[in-house]
């Protein structure tokens, strides 16, 4: 891959890699006395013009060659790739998270493209809160950080540095320094990444875009990941984002009335690429701004609370559960974890409802003889049984 030396590093496009002459927020050079790794030098522009459109559809095309996503997912990765080369130009560093109700979701897939197309894309599968206000301070990466449910939610230092760095004015974290012990400041800004199963930290999630993975089915066609060179698509990036500074930078790209004031921001520099770029994608950011961002809650669940749903189907051969009805089932299951919530009462409907929505299950008004009441409908179960549970046994052969 072509590279830029040092000097030619320290004196390239001020887009990433440099601080704004407004704001001197950015990272600082890599010090003359450290090696230069690959993933820290940003590479040579693209010797052409690029068309922002043609390059967003290139990186949405990319992502789906390799991985089976839901709707809205695609371009939400490839624009975020864009903003990792250019969010020096705003004041919102937007987060992004790959996450899972389960394993073999296409994580890991995921992670390896990131970190082939995002600028300076450094992957860590746990990090020391020490080590991660420095190196972002030092180098300026794209934070690829794996494994998050493991390590992240139990350490408020942590979570205190990826909480600060969303934001320009607010990312900066004081610690004492030297033998001396003096105060210094690090500037913790910059896109992150994070990949895991289940759900983030409540302020984490606040400030990320989650991407919901899931698993691939039988009939899911793509192609198998055997490694992929990103740099043209890098090249074109830096390219694009040197050639359109101006537009880019403090842009204030209207926004879905849907969204909250922290979801706004959180889409604002991605929406200002999508319009910048032109053609279906302001309306294709758009549409994916509201489909995963528009206050949704994402809570944990677990596969036995599948596998005893699909239990309550096969037993009861019926196109729809009334959810006390269903909830009369679950609790029956003396064994199960839920059987002891609420005090040894069971699980609730709310609490029900909560598990069930990471897998786009939500129940819905019916009649119950002449009263109306909330339930499920068989047929909303289907994908997340098909994705999630193993094939279920035979039926029994029935003897006369």
């Known amino acids: 891959m072509k590279t830029l030396n040092l000097e030619q590093e320290k ?12 704001n001197s927020t950015a990272p600082n050079p890599t010090p003359k006395h450290a090696p ?9 522009p693209w010797p052409e013009a690029v068309d922002g459109g043609q390059l967003l559809d290139e990186l949405r095309a990319t992502f789906s060659r390799y991985i089976v996503l839901p709707d809205h997912a ?19 560093a937007a987060y992004l998270a790959l996450l899972s109700p389960e394993k073999r979701c296409g994580k890991s897939t995921g992670l390896s493209l990131v970190g082939a197309l995002a600028h300076r894309a450094l992957s860590a599968s746990n990090v020391a809160p020490a080590a991660m206000f420095r190196v972002i301070e030092r180098d300026g990466p794209t934070m690829l950080i794996d494994e998050v449910d493991t390590f992240v939610a139990k350490n408020e230092e942590l979570r205190g540095i990826l909480n600060a760095g969303f934001t320009r004015e607010s990312a900066f974290v004081l610690r004492c320094v030297g033998e001396n012990h003096e105060p210094k400041t690090f500037n913790v800004f910059g896109p992150k990444l994070f990949a895991g199963i289940g759900k983030l930290p409540g302020t984490l999630a606040d400030r990320t875009i989650v991407v919901p993975m899931r698993r691939k089915q039988p009939g899911d066609t793509v192609e198998r990941f055997r490694g992929f060179d990103g740099e043209e698509l890098r090249r074109k990036c830096v390219r694009w984002v040197k050639d359109n500074e101006a537009h880019l930078t403090d842009t204030d790209s209207p926004t879905p009335d849907v969204l909250n004031d922290r979801a706004a921001d959180l889409w604002r520099p991605l929406l200002a690429i999508a ?13 994916a701004a509201v489909a995963l961002s528009a206050d949704k809650e994402d809570d944990s669940q677990t596969v036995k609370l599948l596998l005893a749903c699909r239990a309550y189907f096969t037993q009861h051969p019926v196109d729809r559960a009334l959810s006390k009805d269903l909830l ?11 059987t002891t919530f609420n005090h040894g009462e069971g699980l609730n409907a709310r609490q029900l409802a909560d598990r069930l929505k990471p897998y786009g299950i939500t129940s819905r008004t019916m009649r119950d003889g002449v009263e109306r009441a909330k339930g499920y409908f068989a047929e909303d179960f289907a994908d997340a049984f098909a994705r999630y549970l193993p094939a279920p046994p035979p039926a029994a052969d029935v003897t006369p």
Do not use: C, M
């Open 11 to 22: 004196s390239a496009a001020a887009l990433t890699s440099q601080p704004r002459k407004t």
């Open 328 to 338: 009369a089932f679950l609790n029956a299951q003396e064994e199960e974890p839920w």
């Open 275 to 287: 319009d910048l770029a032109g053609g279906e994608w302001p309306t294709v950011a758009r549409q």
């Open 36 to 44: 230069l790794q690959d993933w820290q030098i940003t590479p040579e």
């Open 74 to 92: 695609a371009p939400t990765l490839a624009l975020w790739i864009v903003h990792s080369y250019a969010y020096q130009l705003g004041r919102i």
